[in-house]
């Protein structure tokens, strides 16, 4: 089973830009799905961008369309979150997530069955 480490967040106003990344360790699968997702105090965790890590197929939650991009490094075994022109509603607590088999709706975290530890995004108004 793989194992994934999220580096990157911080505090950052709003306007700005911030760059995750997830390392991943241990077994990738071709199928494999590896998605971001992000949980703020008192809400539900929430579904943010995915990528295909074989084809680097995306898709995005539509609170971020347009500002967040996902993308993979097939050599370095790092997944990133970049992410523009943030805004107060961006900040929670990130997570980087592993689909091995690529089954299931991309934007359910129950198709998710590995998780990173998470890193905090704060953005200030």
């Known amino acids: 089973q793989a194992q994934l480490v999220e580096s990157g967040g911080g505090l950052v106003q709003a306007g700005g830009s911030l760059r995750l990344s997830c390392a991943v360790s241990?077994?990738?699968?071709?199928?494999?799905?590896m998605g971001w997702f992000r949980q703020a105090p008192g809400q539900e965790r929430q579904f943010v961008a995915t990528?295909?890590?074989?084809?680097?197929?995306?898709y995005y939650g539509d609170s971020v369309k347009g500002r967040f991009t996902i993308s993979r490094d097939n050599v370095k075994n790092t997944v990133y979150l970049q992410m523009n022109s943030l805004k107060a509603e961006d900040t929670a607590v990130y997570f980087c997530?592993?689909?091995?088999?690529?089954?299931?709706?991309?934007?359910?975290?129950?198709?998710?069955?590995?998780w990173g530890q998470g890193t905090q995004v704060t953005v200030s108004s």
């Open positions: 241990g077994p990738i699968f071709t199928n494999s799905r």
């Open positions: 990528i295909t890590w074989s084809a680097g197929v995306t």
């Open positions: 997530a592993a689909d091995p088999i690529g089954g299931g709706y991309y934007g359910s975290s129950a198709s998710y069955i590995t």
